[in-house]
């Protein structure tokens, strides 16, 4: 992978300047059962087409972001800043644990 | 033998230069290639070939064809015919066995042929199986491409470099020329990348000229890494303008890979770059201009031309060459026979398409052209020039002559055209599946040579049109590449603390802990180290902790809601555990938060962890957007733990501050200054005694270690700190969790609180409350004198049903200790289980609370 | 509770190391006089390390922030920034509070390291090198470059690294120079 991500703030880097966490979930409310609880934990669209994911500039300015990627070109058709309103409005839940930057191939 | 001097020719007759050619010395002119200069000193056979070891000589003297594949100065696999002679080079042949011109494998040409059909060892000597490593070691032997140089890795320097381009052009002929001359014209940033050494640069005007250079290939964003032989570019460019040209294609007949078969434009090149004459008689198969013009050359150069056949107006029945020891002495067309030793033949020109479909691009056969063309350009990729296609008139060729005698349609891996046709009956009918099989395209030349030959053949014998065959997928590199020059510089981003010489200095084994360097023990005697902090004092470097400030009117909100436990109500210079989870309710990290002032709390990570927390706190932040920053200063600080039964006395001596136990209780944090550094000093006990740890700024890490040492501190590294937290039965995340791991499980349910509004995990650990775990994770002592390795399983009646995660002996408790996750059924104290170490069951038994001074008076004292 | 723990400048002197010393030796331990020690020569006028210059890491909205003389802001983003200084940074610090934003010392977290010459840095990173200051990937791992006067470039990067940097740069100039 090499294409270019458009930071919201440094513009178009190397991805692999980037953090990648995945697809956006959806956190359920309180009191959730646990079939609920697991699709939002451990289950995943995996679409072939255009996902809105979350991102972090790790080895640049640092921010978070969403991005909307369609995953079989790679083409980012747009970023946008997490907005607790969109969070409150789209109900965004965690981003996958440990993710690692992968800034390990850049060269 | 040269020809009269010319002009235009690129040897400069002034300059000799001697070099090597295995015992021999050789010597060709400057301006010569290693393989224009071993044919003007006789040398025909130029290699043997890959499977059958027939000799092959200079076929296409343009870099593409597998023919004259030498080893270089211990460089494998260079195309001599192109490679640029140098003063004293090394050269020498590869895959034979005894001479170039009596190799003693030769023989498989003469049985082997009925035995070595396509998938012949696949089918035949994988039988008895305990026989193949022998077979392969054999196989290895008698095939392949050249050998490498195991210590030679080291010799030759790669550098990347990242340049950028505003428009970059592949490829230097004319239609590459004007394309980058026009694009100078509408501004800088033009670089335009050819394979040859002879471009002339004067005429660039504008243009940044890399030559001889490759380009591998287009990838994503443009990314055209550009092979300069010790240098690798990375040029990212906004525009790419493929100007690759065209690949002239062997004609299949039998015989067509005969020394002394060559390529019209391989003759042109002999005669007007080098002034050679490339043989005595000739004959000439045409089947496009270059092939006549091949003809007036040869003419013009002296050598007979005994026959001229342009086969689009008198087509033949039966073309075969005929050979003397491997090499070509006549050719029977149709039913003639004419003597000659050179046979110039080709099947037409190819687009050389290959980067163009990597990059994305579609390539169709174009039947009015009779060639494979690319279509279709992905975004920012354009082509000029004959690889579009465009000048090129109709081939027609038959697809192969049929005769006595091998017929090649793939000369890298020997592949005929019986070979193809048994795929095609054997059921392979796909191109790409008749690749796999047949390994068609995938040798040295990488389908330069045999893509459309093999198209040909694919349409004739399967009786449909070449539109339906298709073409086998270009893959990246485009040409050959050096793996050393992928690898570039051994770049390994490895973070030290501030004290890491200081380590080094003392003696101490580092050992990977994540992405740092960390002393393992500073002798070989680990348990002396345990015994120091134990009875008097120690002191250990853990600036590796991740270090976060988090602070605002709402960090104390952040924190509530980040862990399952309260951090709201602490008050200002106290420290609490936490433990951090996911919303799965699984166990991330861990760590103590000290609550410094209202606003700002001061948050430790595990080693490897501080990135990953980091990341995790910011982003929920985001989430919810509280007031409260994030900083990560794990850098920033340095971090000592000093601990043992003097550390209180050993920092009296040090700070005038009032370290006295009322000032500084157990779990309190405070600013105080140690040896003129302000550290803020938190009191905790990882290790089981009396302990301080010591943060403040890493530039004074020498300063602070070295007093503290001074006062009579100890060093100790990773494997004490091991055996002392786990007398205390203290979990390490990651070693003794992992992603499965939740709190109930792992023996915290005291940890979170449910009464919380929300915490990260709350759902889960409410969830996981209502069911029994199915293993919990306790404390063992074994009962035999044997330490089980980490992952050692755990055997119930006769079953595995657990592991064990961390083992240590410890001379403080006089026993082997150790955690492990067991049944929740066999988790009461004093149960009794096996462990299987190395084949034999030993006993070991469930221990409840720490091994090792289980009131915890002596880290509170 | 006070940040200084943060502050090398808080140290009492003689108390503090630079991070890049021990590897930047390596260089100068060369005897003068020899060809190696020539070029060790060159190398060393070509770097400067400047791990204890003041750096001042800026959390908020930086336009509050009024840079004083000698001070230059480099923005990240609109909430992050550093700030370098040329007096204390633990003053700067409490200083840069004042105007409403939060702001940390980062000048123990950061080494630096000045260089010369921009094929050198094109071996170094793929950022645009017309347009810096910027953050991002440098030998491999997240700094922050910025660009002075000509061919002179200045590097910020986390102090644990800064041996593994100060190893890649000089192996880099090794390769310009010894082609």
Redesign the interface.
Known sequence: ????LPCP??GP?????Y?Y?GEVTH??G???S?RE??D???FRDNVAGVQRE?W?H???????FLADRDTRT?EVLDVLL???ER?REER????P??AEPM??E?? | MRLPAQTGERIDRSTELSFRLGPWDVSGYAGDTIGSALFAGGRRVFSRSFKYHRPRGLLCCAGHCPNCLMTVDGVPNVRVCVEPLREGAVVEPQNVLGKLDFDLLRVVDKVGGPFTPVGFYYRTMIRPRRMWPLYEKFLRNVAGLGKLDEHAGHTRRYDVEHKKARVLVVGGGRAGRAAALEAASQGPGVVLVDESDRLLRSELAGVEVLAPARALGIWEGNLVPVDCGTVLYRFRAERVVVATGTIEQPLVFPGNDLVGTMFPRAVRRLIRDFSLQPGQRAVVLATDERGLEAADDLGEAGVAVERVVDLRESPLRRIEAQARAGRVRGVLLDDDVVECDLLVASGGRQPAYSLLAQAGGLVEFDPDLGVLVPTEHPPGVEAVGSVTGEGLEKVDPLPSYHGRGKCFVCVCEDVTTKDVKRAITEGFDSIELAKRYTTVTMGPCQGKLCQLPSVRLYAQERRVYETDIGSTTARPPWAPVELGLLAGRHLEPTRRTSLHFRHEETGARMMWAGPWRRPYAYSDYPEQEVRAVHESLGVIDVSTLGKLLVEGPEAAALLERLYPNRFGDMKPGRIRYGVLTTDGGRIMDDGTVARLSDDLYYVTTTSTGSDAVTAWFEWWNAVWGYDADIVNVTGALAALNLAGPRAREALERLTEDDVSAEALKYLDAREVEVVGVPCLTLRIGFVGELGYELHFPSPAGEHVWDRLVAEGAVPFGLEPQRVLRLEKGHVIVGQDTDSESNLLSAGMSWLPKLDKDDFVGKSAVELFAEREERELLVGFRMEENVVPPEGAQVVIEGYPAGRVTSARRSDEVGAIIGLAWVPSDRAEDGTRFEIRVERQLRGARVTHGAFFDPAGERMRS | MSLSFLSPSRCAPGTLASPLTRTLDTVSDTAPWSEAGLRAEGVRHRLRDLSSDGKVEVRGDLDLVEPADGEELIRLSPRRGLLLVDDDPAEAADRLRTYGVRAYDATGALAGLAFEGEQLARRLTDLDLERLPAAGAFARIGAILVRDEGDRFRAYFPQELGHYVAEVVLDAIDGLDNR
């Open positions: 992978m090499s294409f270019y703030y440094c880097r190397p991805v692999d300047e953090a966490f956190r359920p309180p009191s959730p646990m609880l697991t939002y934990v451990y979350w972090q790790r080895l640049g300015c640092g921010e978070w790679n997490p907005s607790p969070v965004l839940g965690s981003p644990v440990g800034a390990s850049v060269t």
